[in-house]
C-alpha cells in the first residue's frame, strides 16, 4: 500500500460540491437537492463570475432551485478586477452559508477574483464551515492548477494543453468538466503528464463530488474519472516535440459512480457503502 499523502482538507473547512456541468435544474435536481440540504435555510450566492455575458444565469438558478428550501438568493457578478475590491459587492457575502460559482470561463473567473476582497471572504466562509460548490468552469477553478483549454475528443499533443493558477479550495487536483460528453481524457492525461503529482479529476456533466473529510463522494447520472500519475514509470513530456502524442506508462485509472468514495488520503476508492473497510468490503 501506498503511504497516505497530506491531501486532508483542514478540520473546520465546509465541504465542496464540485459539478461536472449541465446540473438537471427542472427534473429530480438531485445535485441541487444536495446543495440545498447543506446549505440548511441558509443564503446562497449565486456567483456569475465566469460569464462575459451572465444574463439569464441567476434566473435559471432561483428557478432551479425554487421549492428547496434555500433562503435567500443573491448574485455576485464582477464586471471588472477593481469592483472585487467594492463594499457593495463585499456586503453580497455577508450572512452567507454558500456560494455557487457559475458556468462560463474558468480563466475570467480566476483573473478577476484572485487574490481579492471577494476571494479572501469566500475562503473565510469557507474555514467557517460554509459550503462552495461549482459548475462547469466553477468547478475547474477549484483547483489549485486548473485546466483552461486543450482539444477534445483526441490523443493528447504535448503541446495542446494550457493551464493557469485556480482558486486552490481542493489541492493536489486538477479538474476538467463535460468530460465523457466532450472526449476530455486525452487532455486530462495531458494535464496529468505534466503535473504527476496531482491527481486529474474528470466530472460527466449532471454529475458531481461532494468533497469532505479528505474523501470525495460521487452524486449524478455519470461517472467520474480519477487519473493518477504519481506512480507513472515513463512520459515524454519534457523531450517530446509539441505535436507528438503524448507516450505515458503505468497511469492508474479509476471509474467511479454513483455513492463510490475516494479516499484522498489513501488514493484509493471504495464501492458504495464500504466506507470504513478495505477494498475487498472488508473492515480495515
Do not use: C
Not at 32 to 58: C, M, Q
Not at 63 to 82: S, W
Not at 215 to 241: C, M, W
Amino acid at each position: 500500500m501506498r503511504p497516505a499523502s497530506s491531501w486532508s482538507l483542514p478540520m473546520g473547512k465546509g465541504p465542496l460540491i464540485i459539478i461536472g456541468g449541465h446540473e438537471d435544474k427542472t427534473g429530480e435536481r438531485v445535485i441541487l437537492k444536495e446543495v440545498a440540504r447543506r446549505l440548511d435555510g441558509g443564503k446562497l450566492v449565486i456567483a456569475t463570475i465566469a460569464s462575459h455575458k451572465p444574463e439569464g444565469y441567476f434566473d435559471s438558478y432561483r428557478e432551479g432551485f425554487k421549492g428547496l428550501g434555500v433562503g435567500e438568493l443573491i448574485e455576485l457578478y464582477v464586471e471588472d478586477r477593481a469592483e472585487s475590491h467594492e463594499q457593495d459587492l463585499l456586503d453580497r457575502l455577508e450572512g452567507a452559508a454558500g456560494v455557487f460559482f457559475s458556468g462560463g470561463d474558468q480563466l475570467r473567473l480566476a483573473s478577476q477574483i484572485g487574490d481579492t476582497p471577494i476571494e479572501r471572504r469566500i475562503r473565510d466562509l469557507h474555514a467557517r464551515g460554509g459550503l462552495i460548490a461549482g459548475t462547469s468552469a466553477g468547478a475547474s477553478v477549484m483547483s489549485e492548477t486548473m485546466l483552461v483549454k486543450g482539444p477534445n475528443a483526441e490523443s493528447y499533443r504535448i503541446g495542446e494543453v494550457h493551464m493557469a493558477p485556480g482558486l486552490g479550495l481542493l489541492p493536489n487536483v486538477i479538474i476538467d468538466q463535460h468530460f465523457a460528453e466532450r472526449g476530455r481524457f486525452g487532455r486530462l492525461l495531458g494535464a496529468v503528464a505534466h503535473n504527476p503529482r496531482l491527481m486529474g479529476l474528470g466530472i460527466d456533466e449532471n454529475t458531481a463530488v461532494v468533497v469532505e473529510q479528505g474523501a470525495l463522494r460521487v452524486l449524478g447520472d455519470g461517472a467520474v474519472y480519477v487519473v493518477d500519475g504519481a506512480d507513472a514509470t515513463h512520459s515524454n513530456i519534457s523531450e517530446g516535440g509539441a505535436e507528438d502524442a503524448l507516450s505515458m506508462f503505468d497511469v492508474r485509472l479509476h471509474v467511479m459512480s454513483q455513492s463510490d468514495v475516494f479516499d484522498l488520503d489513501r488514493r484509493r476508492p471504495q464501492r458504495a457503502g464500504s466506507e470504513g473497510k478495505g477494498e475487498s468490503g472488508d473492515p480495515l
